[in-house]
Antibody
């Protein structure tokens, strides 16, 4: 059974940093690209970032480019999102998601999602 | 990248069919086969219902179907059931190499 378990969310002040983790199991983690998607309270979904299976390629939404860094450790089956210079508008539930096919990276086809971790940016 | 345009809400009675539209541009919906649809119940993670415009993942009911015409994609749910009441989101790959979601549609089963 595929499982994705996010952690690392919490309350942080504007300008602060936070690192999210996503522990994966139930599939060959190193064969699939992974993505982060967020959802502000009461709002819709927003794609944040993607990383290829080998971690050789990373992609970002314009809203987080230069502030967020996606990475992965295939030896630990874990996905990360380092978030710096956080702003109030980054407040959201952050989901890690697995791409549907091993040949895809950032097409928006996510067949498994974690339960999400809440990041609140406030003073 | 602007969000894809979806109606804020749709409704239907049990047994009826409803269609949710998702309008983009030739740089996203109209230009690629990578249009997906997600169902999200309150407090839960999204669930993939349709991928590549009209394909259903294993385990998704055949009451759910997808299509596309030009820059507009559509999700049709036939034989509405109470459990279908949820928020629905479309998504598309874009020419800028990113992913864009629709604003979401709240489906109410009357």
């Amino acid at each position: 059974e595929v499982q994705l378990l996010e952690s690392g969310g919490g309350l942080v002040q504007p300008g602060g940093s936070l690192r999210l983790s996503c522990a994966a199991s139930g599939f060959t983690f190193s064969s699939y690209a992974m993505n982060w998607v967020r959802q502000a309270p009461g709002k819709g979904l927003e794609w944040v970032s993607a990383i290829s299976d080998s971690a050789g390629r990373a992609y970002y939404a314009d809203s987080v480019k230069g502030r967020f860094t996606i990475s992965r450790d295939n030896s630990k089956n874990t996905l990360y999102l380092q978030m710096n210079s956080l702003r109030a508008e980054d407040t959201a539930v952050y989901y890690c998601s697995k791409v549907r096919s091993s040949v895809l990276v950032r097409t928006g086809e996510f067949d498994y999602w974690g339960q999400g971790t809440l990041v609140t940016v406030s003073s | 990248q602007s969000a894809l345009t979806q109606p804020a809400s749709v409704s239907g009675s049990p047994g009826q069919s409803i269609t949710i539209s998702c309008t983009g541009t030739s740089s996203d919906v109209g230009g690629y086969k990578y249009v997906s649809w997600y169902q999200q119940h309150p407090g839960k993670a999204p669930k993939l219902m349709i991928y590549e415009v009209s394909n259903r993942p294993s385990g998704v009911s055949n009451r759910f179907s997808g299509s596309k015409s030009g820059n507009t994609a559509s999700l049709t749910i036939s034989g509405l059931q109470a459990e279908d009441e949820a928020d629905y989101y479309c998504s598309s790959y874009t020419s800028s190499g990113s992913v864009v979601f629709g604003g979401g549609t709240k489906l109410t089963v009357l």
